[in-house]
T-cell receptor, first 114, second 111 residues
Framework: EPEVTQTPSHQVTQMGQEVILRCVPI?????FYWYRQILGQKVEFLVS????????KSEIFDDQFSVERPDGSNFTLKIRSTKLEDSAMYFC????????????FGPGTRLTVL | QKEVEQNSGPLSVPEGAIASLNCTYS??????FFWYRQYSGKSPELIMF????GDKEDGRFTAQLNKASQYVSLLIRDSQPSDSATYLC???????????FGKGTKLSVKP
């Protein structure tokens, strides 16, 4: 069964450094998302991406964040200057449709900012 | 601010019993509702979705939706210890399908 993949599984970085988290969505899906989950807290929406552009973003997704689909398969989340509070699990998800589509999540990248 | 509320639990049931998980949501315009299972340290795994009022059954799982009461529930029949996990209720939050999650209900099934 097709699945969303993410790399790396764990990223450790120093505060102020840039990180890029990578995702390969399910191949025939059109909608892509990033979510994060701080330890012990709920899953929070960051950004949705459709037709090669950001379609929605949350208040969390400020100027430090950016997303890109550099080729036909990868979907990346960049954090320009990491802060301690960016430490979280970051999940990529994809869907065949928007509102009604089933969203499938990747295994996540655990980001630790020191 | 759109909200999804769940009882955090833990909810403890004996093996073989029915587990009942509940969720309420604030946005009356929400159209799509999802239940995810999340094991500790893992990603959310989709187990049920429902769009219409009423019940939807899939194996041991039944999702129930009542839009008038803004209430969605998940029943797990014949609960197994492997069902022990946190169950996340999610509601579509925007036109592009982004999800708003509740905090989750931790379910423990005792052998």
């Amino acid at each position: 069964e097709p699945e969303v993949t993410q790399t790396p599984s764990h990223q450790v970085t120093q505060m102020g450094q840039e990180v890029i988290l990578r995702c390969v969505p399910i191949s025939n899906h059109l909608y892509f998302y990033w979510y994060r989950q701080i330890l012990g807290q709920k899953v929070e929406f960051l950004v949705s991406f459709y037709n090669n552009e950001i379609s929605e973003k949350s208040e969390i997704f400020d100027d430090q964040f950016s997303v890109e689909r550099p080729d036909g398969s990868n979907f990346t989340l960049k954090i320009r200057s990491t802060k301690l509070e960016d430490s979280a699990m970051y999940f990529c998800a994809s869907s065949e449709a928007g509102t009604s589509g089933r969203k499938f999540f990747g295994p996540g990248t655990r980001l630790t900012v020191l | 601010q759109k909200e999804v509320e769940q009882n955090s639990g833990p909810l403890s049931v004996p093996e073989g019993a029915i587990a009942s998980l509940n969720c309420t949501y604030s946005d009356r315009g929400s159209q799509s509702f999802f239940w995810y299972r999340q094991y500790s340290g893992k990603s959310p795994e989709l187990i049920m979705f429902i769009y219409s009022n009423g019940d939807k059954e899939d194996g041991r799982f039944t999702a129930q939706l009542n839009k008038a009461s803004q209430y969605v529930s998940l029943l797990i029949r014949d609960s197994q210890p492997s069902d022990s996990a946190t169950y996340l209720c999610a509601v579509n939050g925007g036109s592009q399908g982004n999800l708003i999650f509740g905090k989750g209900t931790k379910l423990s099934v005792k052998p």
